[in-house]
């Protein structure tokens, strides 16, 4: 905020989308982990890890098509010594923070037993009783980086892109979050239940960009059949989560920003909900794996957007027409060109 409030001092644009990813970042690894990765060279090699695994996770999988390339084994070896120098960086990064752990919590119970805990602090706290190895504590722990970072930043940024191109419907949220939070220095959580029309542009935005719009790759456990075609067991599924959301048997205009489409019938379960059982609307996923980071991905985007919204008026940099919304592709899909933005005080702040 203040970096943004400097810029709007001075007039200048800003590298929304930097800012935004490094919010973001930095929540993700307070809770987690309990501090920031911004020191020592910490926060860059961290994106790598979470850009280059997100790559092997989600990329396209040559042999899923040509099964009999499986057979040659090149493209495995390929990928799969790649993935070994992604472990071992990830295992260096973090031993490194286990070990500071379990280092402070033997002194805590000496000097400090306030301390807040975090999500280490709990892995670490059961991990006899559900006995669990250092490998499954790492692993949960690249789940939740990896699950976190990118895609409570993708909403954020792409809500920013589609606001910019629909300078009515940012009028009318501007409207809202300051009417509601008039007066207060930020815009804080408990304001945010009157923001009901905060509500729907981030649920259009996860609508048309959902961050991981092909979900994670599910493998059947037992043969099935859908609609005459046979699924064998062990099979690598994807769905095409992306397409439901966008499919016009089910959305009106289904490639237009409106917000307004979650405004109809609130309190209707039928469009607003996207816990899991509206088909043609799952951004979290559905069932046993629906994402179990959802709460804590909404809470962060909305505050961010609302301090956003109430704090400032956004406007293109003079020399850009339009913003490219060309998506790349990963296990999540964000925008592929950073989000430049100019913006300008909105009020007198208390
Ligand atoms: C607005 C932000 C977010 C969106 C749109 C989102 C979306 C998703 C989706 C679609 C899945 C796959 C579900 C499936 O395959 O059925 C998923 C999984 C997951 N998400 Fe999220 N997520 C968000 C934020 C978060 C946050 C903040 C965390 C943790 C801090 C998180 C942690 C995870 C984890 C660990 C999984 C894997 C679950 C598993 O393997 O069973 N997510 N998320």
Redesign the pocket.
């Known amino acids: 905020m203040a970096r943004i409030r400097a810029a709007a001092a001075r007039s200048t644009a800003v590298d929304l989308s930097k800012l935004l990813s490094s919010f973001t970042t930095d929540i993700?690894c307070h809770?987690?982990s309990g501090k920031s990765f911004r020191g020592g060279g910490r926060n860059e090699l961290f994106r790598e890890l979470v850009e280059t695994s997100s790559k092997l996770i989600g990329g396209f999988n040559l042999e899923d098509y040509f099964p009999k390339l499986a057979r040659l084994d090149v493209v495995r070896r390929m990928v799969c010594a790649r993935a070994e120098r992604i472990k071992k960086k990830w295992d260096d990064l973090l031993d490194e923070i286990i070990n500071d752990h379990a280092k402070n919590t033997m002194l805590d119970h000496e000097i400090n037993q306030d301390r807040e805990t975090d999500f280490i602090d709990v892995l670490l706290s059961i991990q006899q009783e559900y006995n669990l190895t250092r490998e499954n504590v790492k692993a949960v722990l690249v789940?939740?980086f990896i699950?976190?970072t990118d895609?409570?930043f993708i909403?954020l940024d792409c809500a920013m892109a589609e606001l910019i191109q629909n300078p009515e419907v940012m009028t009318k949220l501007q409207a809202e979050v300051r009417s509601v939070a008039e007066g207060k220095e930020m815009v804080t959580e408990e304001d945010l239940n009157g923001m009901i029309y905060l509500k729907g542009v981030i649920k259009e935005t996860?609508r048309l960009h959902?961050?991981?719009p092909l979900?994670?790759p599910?493998l059947s456990m037992a043969d099935c059949d859908i609609e005459g075609y046979t699924i064998p067991s062990g099979t690598r599924v994807i769905i095409n989560?992306w397409a439901l959301a966008r499919d016009p048997a089910y959305w009106e205009s289904a490639e237009e920003f409106m917000p307004e489409r979650f405004m109809e019938n609130v309190g209707s379960t039928m469009i607003h909900d996207f816990k899991g059982s509206n088909f043609h609307y799952?951004?979290?996923?559905?069932?046993?794996?629906?994402?179990?980071?959802?709460n804590?991905?909404?809470a962060?985007?909305e505050i961010m957007l609302a301090n956003l919204m109430y704090h400032f008026n956004w406007d293109l940099p003079a020399a850009t027409v339009k913003i490219n919304m060309t998506e790349s592709f990963g296990v999540t899909m964000g925008r592929k060109e950073n989000l430049i933005l100019v913006p300008a005080l909105a009020q007198k702040q208390v």
């Open positions: 993700v809770a987690v789940d939740m699950g976190g895609t409570s909403v996860l959902s961050p991981v979900f994670l599910h989560g799952l951004p979290f996923g559905t069932g046993r794996r629906v994402c179990p980071g959802m804590f991905g909404m962060t985007v």
